[in-house]
Nanobody, 125 residues
Framework: QLHLVESGGGLVQPGGSLRLSCAAS????????IGWFRQAPGKDREGVSC????????YYADFVKGRFTISMDNAKTTMYLQMDSLKPEDTAVYYC??????????????????WGQGTQVTVSP
């Protein structure tokens, strides 16, 4: 079983930056891909960015390309999402997620096996 805990959300002005962290505990060998999803009020959940634990390959949704960067520490127990040039439309609850089998792209457009509880990101003047 894998346990995921997000941190780093908050309130930021448009154009600002935040870094989200996701701490993985439990059987950390039990995931193949890990990444971030988000859900804004009244909208469907969407994949933001995902990374492979085996080779570091990454996936970014078009709406964050060039602004967000995903990374993982060498121990593969903490994942980060550096969010720059934030926009009001980035406001959402951001969830860390992991999958046992799917590669990064499939995970980011699918329904991962494990989920964190989420952290709120609000971009507002």
């Amino acid at each position: 079983q894998l346990h995921l805990v997000e941190s780093g959300g908050g309130l930021v002005q448009p154009g600002g930056s935040l870094r989200l962290s996701c701490a993985a505990s439990g059987y950390t060998q039990d995931y193949y891909s890990i990444g971030w999803f988000r859900q804004a009020p009244g909208k469907d959940r969407e994949g933001v960015s995902c990374i492979s634990s085996s080779d570091g390959r990454t996936y970014y949704a078009d709406f964050v390309k060039g602004r967000f960067t995903i990374s993982m520490d060498n121990a593969k127990t903490t994942m980060y999402l550096q969010m720059d040039s934030l926009k009001p439309e980035d406001t959402a609850v951001y969830y860390c997620a992991a999958d046992q089998r799917r590669a990064v792209t499939a995970m980011c457009v699918g329904d991962p096996d494990y989920w964190g509880q989420g952290t709120q990101v609000t971009v507002s003047p």
